[in-house]
């Protein structure tokens, strides 16, 4: 008997915190994605010239520096 009741609360202590889970689906209209699609659209827009503008960066402390020669008018 004494198994019994400790196997059934061990039941109800697992099974439990299935029972509080929230089954309730976020449907979210098309216009929102239309929105959050352009939002990452305008960010990669601008992660393009920032990493063109590193590279040139990273280029111009890696190429080796040649003397300036002065031009004379």
Do not use: N, R, W
Request: glycine share 6%; net charge positive.
């Amino acid at each position: 008997m004494k198994t019994a009741i400790s196997t059934i609360y061990l039941v109800l202590a697992v099974i439990s915190p299935a029972f509080a889970a929230d089954t309730v689906v976020y449907k979210s209209g098309i216009l929102v994605s239309v929105f959050v699609g352009v939002c990452a659209l305008i960010v990669v827009a601008q992660l393009v010239p920032a990493l063109m503008l590193i590279a040139g960066f990273i280029k111009g402390l890696v190429v080796s520096k040649t003397p300036a020669t002065e031009s004379t008018h």
